[in-house]
C-alpha cells in the first residue's frame, strides 16, 4: 500500500485556510464554490506578479487557494484556472481531512499489522509504504 496523506505543520495553521475551512464546508456547497471562486480569482492577480518562492509562501498565508501554474507547463491556463479554483474548493470544503504526523501514519500501519514500513515527509505531507504479510 502506497499513501500521501496531509501532514501536520506550524505553517498550515498560521495560514488563513484553516479559518476559512472552518467556514466553508459549514456552507451549502453552492454558496461555498461561488465563495472560494470569489477568493481565487481575487487572489490570482497576486500570483501572477511573480514566482519567487518567499513571496509565494507569503501569499499561501494571506489567501486559502490552490494555484497552479508550474505544476503542468503545457496545461492551457484556463484548464489551469478551473483546476486551481476546483481544488480549492475541494481543499477548503471536505470534511473528511485530516492531518497526520509521520509518527502517527506509522504507528497506524504497525496497529494494523502491516510491515516493511517507510514513513516519510513529502507529498502533500507524509508518504507511506507498507505491506500486509
Given at each position: ?90 481543499s477548503l470544503t471536505d470534511w473528511f481531512k485530516h492531518r497526520r504526523s509521520v509518527n502517527q501514519i506509522y504507528r497506524e500501519l504497525d ?23
Open positions: 500500500m502506497i499513501i500521501d496523506h496531509y501532514g501536520k505543520s506550524i505553517s498550515w495553521y498560521m495560514r488563513t485556510a484553516p479559518i476559512a475551512r472552518a467556514i466553508l464546508k459549514r456552507m451549502p456547497h453552492e454558496k461555498a464554490l461561488y465563495v472560494s471562486k470569489t477568493i481565487y480569482k481575487i487572489a490570482k492577480p497576486f500570483y501572477l506578479k511573480s514566482s519567487n518562492r518567499i513571496y509565494r509562501k507569503v501569499l499561501n498565508i494571506i489567501f486559502p487557494i490552490v494555484y497552479f501554474d508550474q505544476e503542468i507547463p503545457e496545461l492551457p491556463d484556463e484548464f489551469k484556472d478551473e483546476w486551481s479554483m476546483l481544488d480549492t474548493f475541494d496497529r494494523l499489522g502491516f510491515i516493511d514500513i517507510t514513513c516519510f515527509a513529502g507529498g502533500n505531507g507524509v508518504v507511506a509504504r507498507a505491506r500486509k504479510p
